[in-house]
């Protein structure tokens, strides 16, 4: 695949995550977004997210297996690392609810470098080995918890901001 081909791909794989976060703003998402978001809400969601949430753990945590050797897993270890850190330090420090939509939030602005470098490089397409694989299953992690993670970031920033236009 050249690179304008790619370029438009990205684009329309883009506009159809925006578009879809947009539409799937109903009644529901919009609780789930401002809903508490701390280990006992962990604990009892249902089992198909419980199994995505734990499938996200284990790819995150199969980039340290590279970290040493590739300079992708630093951005994606960089980023998960400072979601979890700078992310909780700014939700203490603003005296920040722990909430979906937040962390939602914190993913979008600390994972999208990783997912850009993935997206440029793109090891998934020419690495044909056990790095190869980790890179498409991180890219497919982000891409689908960007999914999510758009609408919901975008019903809390309406939340806290007042507007109220969603919420």
């Not at 199994?51 to 992708?72: A, D, E, P």
Request: aromatic share 12%.
């Amino acid at each position: 695949m050249n690179n304008h081909h790619f370029t438009k791909s990205l684009l329309t794989v883009i506009g159809l995550m925006l578009g879809c976060s947009a539409f799937a703003a109903e009644p529901e998402s919009v609780n789930h977004a401002l809903r508490v978001w701390d280990d006992s809400a962990r604990a009892g969601v249902p089992p198909l997210l419980k199994g995505w949430l734990i499938f996200m753990k284990v790819v995150i945590l199969w980039s340290l297996c590279f970290v040493f050797t590739r300079g992708v897993s630093r951005w994606v270890v960089g980023g998960v690392l400072a979601d979890q850190l700078l992310g909780s330090w700014i939700a203490q420090t603003l005296e920040l609810e722990a909430l979906v939509g937040y962390s939602s939030l914190m993913h979008l602005i600390f994972w999208t470098p990783a997912l850009i470098v993935l997206l440029i490089k793109r090891p998934f397409m020419t690495e044909r080995n056990i790095y190869g694989v980790w890179s498409g299953a991180v890219t497919f992690t982000f891409l689908v918890s960007f999914l999510f993670d758009i609408r919901d970031s975008v019903i809390y920033l309406d939340h806290i901001t007042g507007l109220g236009i969603l919420t």
